[in-house]
């Protein structure tokens, strides 16, 4: 027990004199400074409903077989309910080459749960009709950023090209995958617009997204505000749209066991960036689909830390 105390009263004695030295701050690296940024992405989102061609919302759907039926004469079909959860990891890395040039490279991981189940009958039961579930890379992407003009009013070209792991071609014909698919190339170019303040940041951009195989081509608008008054830390607000370049068809039948083939989408949601020491950094956000048409009202999160070296 001694031994004990004496050895408590030295390292007490130790801490206070290293500690009671004045530290020699690091001197904060300009992030503009930085060459590499690798960063891991999270997202984890849900739905159990779907907006039709008329951008009504659908959450039950009928089945294509009768629940009983006498004589050849249907008697009623079931309704039954479905509910999607999807899970991404997405790591990435960037490097600037100059002042004005920024190549990346990301990965897609998924993860893709489907449930039907049938409404609940008399006895108040819920029977199960069809469960899917579908593990994959989604694609590779190679990015670039090239600015046409500096900061505090910046314009920015931006385009990526996404290349998927299968080798079918088609989104729903695969008899091998009666859930998803392996996806399909996609390309996207366009500008975009950053201004940033002392006290807030706004930032618009307009994409064209060219997809290939049955997948339509569509335009992307991002339009988001953020404040910057707390050091380091940005909360922001966005609004996202994703519109089809040609309509839908009367015709067209959404399919809630594949991707929608040329779905018009209205999203809205939040982020929160801090960034530590100019070094490491972290967001989180949540956006959701508020309406649109042959589109899922996926709800997602999405969280992301890195760091620049």
Not at 16 to 34: H, I, S, T
Not at 98 to 108: A, I, R, T
Not at 212 to 236: C, H, I, Q, S, W
Not at 264 to 280: L, S, V
């Amino acid at each position: 027990m001694c031994k004990k105390f004496v050895f408590l009263i030295i390292f007490i004695a130790f801490a206070f004199e290293a500690f009671g030295q004045p530290l020699v701050q690091p001197k904060k690296r300009n992030p503009n400074e930085a060459k590499w940024e690798v960063s891991l992405g999270f997202s984890m989102g849900s739905t159990s409903l779907y907006y039709d061609n008329n951008g009504n919302t659908v959450s039950r759907l009928l089945d294509t077989l009768p629940a009983a039926s006498v004589a050849d004469t249907t008697l009623n079909l079931q309704k039954y309910t479905f509910q999607i959860s999807n899970y991404v990891i997405t790591p990435s890395v960037k490097y600037k080459v100059n002042e004005d040039l920024d190549l990346g490279f990301s990965l897609s991981l998924s993860s893709s749960f489907m449930e039907e189940k049938y409404t609940y009958d008399s006895l108040y039961e819920q029977k199960q009709k069809a469960k899917f579930s579908l593990t994959q890379v989604d694609f590779a992407a190679l990015n670039i950023g090239y600015r046409l003009l500096p900061a505090p009013y910046e314009i920015k070209l931006l385009g990526s090209v996404s290349m998927p792991f299968g080798f079918h071609k088609g989104q729903t014909n695969d008899p091998h995958r009666p859930f998803l698919s392996d996806g399909a190339f996609e390309a996207v170019i366009g500008p975009q617009f950053k201004y940033i303040d002392k006290e807030y940041s706004l930032t618009a951009r307009a994409l064209y997204n060219w997809r290939d195989e049955d997948l339509k081509p569509r335009m992307n608008y991002y339009f988001a505000f953020g404040l910057l008054k707390v050091k380091d830390t940005e909360l922001g607000g966005f609004l996202n749209a994703f519109i089809p370049i040609e309509k839908s068809k009367d015709k067209d039948v959404f399919d809630i066991r594949h991707r929608p083939l040329n779905e018009e989408t209205y999203q809205a949601g939040f982020f929160f960036k801090i960034i530590f020491d100019n070094d490491f950094f972290t967001q989180v956000g949540y956006d959701v689909n508020i309406f649109g048409n042959n589109t899922f009202g996926w709800g997602v999160f999405n969280l992301t830390a890195g760091v620049r070296f």
